[in-house]
DNA sequence: AGCAAAATACGATTTTATTCGTAAAACAAT
DNA sequence: ATTGTTTTACGAATAAAATCGTATTTTGCT
């Protein structure tokens, strides 16, 4: 066990990340032309960024086209419950019942999404 | 309107505010001592930080007494759907659902607690 | 080969956040 | 009033993050 393995992403790394994670593999180009659609920043800017993250290894990259190919390293999952943790513990008192609520109150979800969690709700309840 | 409402607390300053938010109000000392139970910094560390926070309308504070006392400005319930949206923008794909389900099944919840998500689910189902 | 376009490398600057030392002020107790 | 303790003010150092300009490299095309 040599690492590691906690280095939090800050937020920009973040805005990348959901895009390598959406689409699996990107170039700077991808990735900067989706994050151009929210946030204003110059195409070096996004460059470095990822030039940083491959350092990190936060992400990884095939170099041998012409243009580097770019996929994450670090698993969506892993990322989530680290930082689910730390907003439980920060925003909600500890309390994970309260963030879900708060997630199920301010954001519309769909009837599938809602047995979805029925589901899992019954699952919990047996136990 | 003139404002702004929209300053992103920091890290640091999130843990300050989740102690002020707890006691709604509070010394540099109460919330240093706090602090310390799972950080080290020092106390003007401290602070400073709160003193920044007081600059930036994050906190207020009364002075009319030799120690200074603190309170929250921002509110909880503000900051958690500040926050929470990012986080579900960034790390859930924009949707809520896998967010509470992630958060369900990490964490432990009581028989109370699943019952209250019950009865708001019921609601959402509703409509 | 020679040129233009697109991409990367890299250094430097700027901005923001964090940390802390030192000095001044406020107060309490004798 | 003097002294010691606690607190605040403030400036500065450090560190971390974000931004960008310029140079170089790679490649595609004629």
Redesign the pocket.
């Known amino acids: 066990m040599v690492s590691s393995k906690y280095i ?1 992403p ?4 973040l805005e990348i990340l959901r895009i390598l994670w959406e689409r699996n593999k990107a ?3 991808d990735v900067h032309e989706e994050l151009s659609k929210t ?14 993250m ?1 350092e990190k290894g936060l992400v990884g ?1 095939d ?8 996929h994450p390293v670090v698993s969506r999952e892993k990322t989530q419950k680290q930082l689910l943790g730390k907003m439980i513990t920060n925003l909600f008192g500890g309390s994970s019942t309260e963030l879900v609520i708060h997630a199920l109150g301010n954001h519309k979800a769909s009837p599938e999404e809602l047995e979805e969690i029925q589901q899992l709700l019954n699952n919990l309840k047996k136990q």
Do not use: C, N, P
């Open positions: 939090k800050t937020e920009s790394e170039s700077v180009r946030k204003e920043a110059g195409y070096t800017t996004t460059l470095k960024l990822m030039q940083i491959f990259r170099d041998s086209f012409k243009t580097h190919v770019y």
